[in-house]
């Protein structure tokens, strides 16, 4: 199984619990359970393989991570979908990118242009038209947080004299 794979399947677990109403862990356990992802990879075949044991921990931390910060998550994404009301968001596509801003916030191996490629990737798979929704508001949320980290870590020009400055005087 591949990270994008596993990316994909953690994208199921979220949506699967979010019509069961399971906890994160009761989820996973199900879905992962061997006879049900058997049963699973005759409809899809992002379960052809059973994820490894490194795939199973990047899985618990992004369905438990997505559970535990979704209001936060939902937030941000509603911020950056100027216009749309996040409740006319598919369930779908808004689990698709709960998982890109998780990654982006809190993964550091995943950097934040392959977080939104795969999401929208996702989106296109499963839903076309939102492709260009998805990078439209995670594109959007990559460039503020760019923008905001490039002026904590860029000095206040305005606030004293540069050296050159000082000497002209």
Not at 27 to 47: D, F, G, K, P
Not at 60 to 82: D, P
Not at 92 to 97: A, K
Request: charged share 25%; with cysteine.
């Amino acid at each position: 199984m591949t990270r994008g794979n596993a990316r994909e399947l953690a994208v199921h677990l979220i949506y699967g619990g979010e019509f069961t109403g399971d906890t994160p862990a009761e989820t996973i356990a199900t879905r992962l359970e061997e006879a049900y992802y058997e049963e699973l990879a005759q409809e899809n075949e992002v379960y052809a393989q059973r994820p490894t044991d490194r795939q199973v921990r990047y899985l618990k931390q992004v369905v438990n991570g997505v559970a535990q910060a979704q209001e936060e998550l939902n937030q941000i994404i509603g911020q950056y979908a100027i216009g749309w009301d996040i409740r006319r968001i598919s369930r779908l596509t808004r689990c698709i990118m709960q998982v890109a801003i998780f990654e982006i916030l809190n993964l550091d191996d995943v950097p934040d242009g392959v977080a939104v490629s795969e999401a929208v990737r996702l989106a296109k798979k499963y839903d076309e038209e939102s492709g260009a929704f998805v990078n439209g508001i995670l594109g959007s949320f990559v460039r503020s947080r760019v923008r905001s980290q490039a002026e904590v870590s860029a000095p206040d020009a305005g606030s004293e004299e540069s050296p050159a400055e000082e000497v002209a005087q």
